[in-house]
């Protein structure tokens, strides 16, 4: 397939779905409900579109609106990709409710122990997890961790926010995810809070926000992670992928910026609505991110099949204003992307 671009092809992040059961106060379906769209992809796109066994090697399902547990065809695509290539990596983020046993099992049995389930939980039960996880429901969460931990060999993760509401409870927490057969846990310092935006200086952010060692100094949310157990994925050809695209990153572009979207970092985006998008921190909904200029037929692979996307010349316009978007001058700067920094997401 033509790719002359060299977009890195070996990760992509698809928003296998932009439904979600939440109403979670941070998130853009709530901040930006006018302009939300629900829907979600299906099998015959990825069949169409992605049937590139020898090339991808990493796969996220994440999304900017949605959560991919609630994509119809979420567990066939899994295993159409599995089928291909057993060795791909499959992260799949998820608040993890109102899924029941029998379909955590069948999800599980489709992956194996080069994947991770990530359960984003910030709290230890009902009450404490709906303060920002408005609508989710508890018991069926920690039914489906139990149940997928059972049925299955991948990596488990339970990702915390730190939150005002939870900063005293994080031992706790971990202790509960290791009952629960977690494999690791994950704290992350959010920016989303009014000592950084001061539009969130409102009752809501007196619950959220939590104390100043809590908030990371810059743009990008910062994440510490406690390993549970001795389960752990393999990723060293990931992570040489991201280096060699690194180095070739650095020497192409000059700039003021090393953009993540040609290292593979973060994966490259696909929307719900079949929409190439490089990442998806460009990629929602927030005004200053100027999404409507990827919202175009000729970069919707539904519409014009993936190598005519990836090869249209309107990429050549884009790179060209690589340094005057907020967002890539913001997340993307050369002396913020370190080796480490290009290797995590």
């Given at each position: 397939?033509?790719n ?6 070996w ?7 932009s439904?979600?059961t ?10 930006l ?34 959560d991919?547990i ?8 899994v ?11 499959i ?9 029941d ?25 009902q ?73 969130y ?39 040489q992928?991201?280096?060699?695209h690194?180095e070739?990153?650095?020497?192409l ?33 927030y005004?200053?991110n ?5 919202l ?15 090869n ?23 002396n ?10």
């Amino acid at each position: 397939m033509q790719n002359q671009y060299n977009w890195p092809l070996w990760h992509w992040h698809f928003e296998a779905s932009s439904i979600c059961t939440l109403k979670c106060p941070r998130c853009p379906r709530t901040e930006l409900p006018d302009t939300l769209v629900q829907t979600q992809l299906r099998l015959d796109f990825f069949e169409k579109n992605f049937d590139l066994p020898d090339s991808i090697k990493k796969i996220t399902f994440c999304g900017d609106d949605g959560d991919p547990i609630y994509a119809r065809d979420l567990i066939d695509i899994v295993a159409f990709f599995k089928e291909r290539n057993p060795n791909v990596s499959i992260t799949i983020i998820t608040n993890g409710s109102y899924k029941d046993d029998i379909w955590w099992d069948k999800l599980g049995k489709t992956l194996n122990s080069q994947d991770e389930v990530k359960f984003s939980l910030d709290g230890w039960d009902q009450e404490s997890n709906s303060k920002y996880r408005v609508n989710c429901e508890w018991d069926s969460i920690e039914r489906g961790a139990k149940a997928l931990r059972k049925s299955s060999s991948a990596v488990m993760g339970w990702d915390a926010i730190a939150f005002g509401f939870n900063q005293e409870h994080h031992a706790y927490m971990k202790s509960l995810a290791q009952d629960w057969g977690f494999d690791r846990f994950q704290l992350t310092k959010s920016t989303k809070f009014g000592s950084k935006y001061s539009h969130y200086n409102d009752d809501v952010n007196s619950i959220l926000e939590p104390s100043a060692e809590f908030i990371p100094t810059g743009h990008r949310f910062e994440r510490d992670i406690t390993l549970l157990t001795n389960r752990q994925i393999n990723n060293s050809e990931i992570i040489q992928a991201n280096l060699a695209h690194l180095e070739y990153t650095r020497s192409l572009y000059q700039g003021n910026i090393v953009p993540l979207c040609f290292i593979g970092t973060k994966g490259m985006f696909v929307n719900s609505q079949g929409y190439f998008i490089p990442c998806c921190w460009i990629g929602n909904r927030y005004n200053h991110n100027g999404i409507q200029q990827f919202l175009k037929p000729e970069f919707n692979i539904q519409q014009q099949g993936l190598e005519n996307v990836l090869n249209s010349t309107q990429w050549e316009s884009f790179i060209a204003k690589f340094d005057s978007m907020k967002e890539c001058s913001e997340k993307c700067a050369k002396n913020l992307v370190t080796e480490e920094y290009a290797t995590s997401w």
